[in-house]
């Protein structure tokens, strides 16, 4: 456990309502990530974030968007859920707290969250 | 763009046998990291290896080892003694540093390997 929490586990909703997942770090890594896993295609990059209010695009970001208000919190948004968004999310940290060089380059992981559009 | 590929779907081993798992990637940079993840059925992503591009030496941990050759962009995962546990999907991961983006860590998946350990 790398002190990630995401939050829900597992949502149900229905097609065109916003959802928001939560992730949160007790580790202070810089960078933070949402993936989302499908079949066939693995890991799959949506946003990141490298600092505070600093984000970007992943190579599957199109009906996303990110937040990042402080170091622990990174918030990603379904502004209006479709069926194709239906799938398991993971947060991940990386980069190390200050003070352990050798852990910087090591990808943490949430448990993930399991979202079924309906 | 970097690409990463396992070319095996599904693979099974007996007990205490030995398996190795397939993994190339595409990328025209010098220092770069790969790593091997195993996802049990829990879903928790956990972290199996690591080698970095600039050390010839392969990595190993314990029952875990990979043959990485550098000039054939290959990153092979081999578990020796095979257990119930190791029963998971693995990815393979290339990662690279962006210096466009203040450092970020870029990290690129496989589509994934399910081994399966039989009794």
């Known amino acids: 456990d790398a002190g990630i929490t995401q939050s829900p586990r597992h949502k149900v909703t229905e097609t065109g309502t916003p959802v928001t997942l939560r992730c949160h770090q007790t580790?202070?890594?810089?960078?933070m990530y949402w993936y989302r896993q499908d079949p066939g295609h693995g890991l799959r990059l949506i946003h990141y974030s490298y600092g505070v209010k600093d984000t970007d695009k992943g190579e599957v970001s199109d009906g996303y968007s990110v937040s990042r208000s402080k170091t622990e919190d990174f918030l990603l948004t379904l502004e209006s859920a479709t069926s194709s968004q239906t799938s398991v999310y993971f947060c991940?940290?990386?980069?190390?707290?200050?003070?352990?060089?050798?852990?910087?380059?090591?990808?943490?992981f949430g448990a993930g969250t399991r979202l079924s559009v309906l | 763009a970097q690409t990463v590929t396992q070319s095996q779907p599904e693979m099974s081993v007996q007990e205490a046998e030995t398996v190795t798992l397939s993994c190339t990637y595409d990328?025209?940079?010098?220092?770069?990291?790969l790593f091997w993840y195993k996802q049990p059925p829990s879903r928790q992503m956990i972290l199996v290896i690591r080698q970095e591009a600039y050390k010839q030496q392969n990595a190993t941990e314990n029952r875990f080892s990979v043959n990485f050759q550098k000039a054939a962009k290959s990153f092979s995962l081999k578990i020796s003694d095979s257990q119930l546990g190791d029963t998971a999907m693995y990815f393979c991961a290339f990662m690279k540093r962006d210096l466009t983006t203040s450092g970020t860590y870029k990290y690129i998946f496989g589509t994934g390997t399910r081994l399966k350990v039989l009794a």
């Open positions: 991940a940290i990386s980069g190390g707290p200050t003070g352990i060089p050798l852990a910087k380059n090591i990808q943490y």
């Open positions: 990328t025209s940079e010098n220092n770069y990291y």
């Open positions: 580790e202070n890594h810089r960078y």
